[in-house]
Nanobody, 115 residues
């Protein structure tokens, strides 16, 4: 049974940092494209970052390039999103997704950037 469980969201001031985690079970994370998405109420879900092959090659949305880093720990079967220099416009619900083969979503974790 595939499960993705996000954690690490919270309230942070502008300019601060957070690290999101996505613990995967039921499949080998390194064998699949894994992504982080975000969504604000009333808006479409937006792709933030992906690890697109087993070598760890990554891609990012222009809005987060240079600030966010996607990574994975194959031993822990866990995906991460390190978010630095956070801005109020980064406030969203963040989701991890198994983005190849059969696709699965996590339940989401809320990130709020506010002073």
């Amino acid at each position: 049974q595939v499960q993705l469980v996000e954690s690490g969201g919270g309230l942070v001031q502008p300019g601060g940092s957070l690290r999101l985690s996505c613990a995967a079970s039921g499949f080998i994370l390194r064998a699949y494209v894994m992504s982080w998405y975000r969504q604000a109420p009333g808006k479409e879900r937006e792709l933030v970052a992906s690890i697109i092959d087993p070598t760890g090659r990554t891609s990012y949305a222009d809005s987060v390039k240079g600030r966010f880093t996607i990574s994975k720990d194959n031993d822990k079967n866990t995906l991460y999103l390190q978010m630095n220099s956070l801005k109020p416009e980064d406030t969203d619900e963040y989701y991890c997704k198994k983005d190849s083969g059969s696709t699965y979503w996590g339940q989401g974790t809320q990130v709020t950037v506010s002073s």
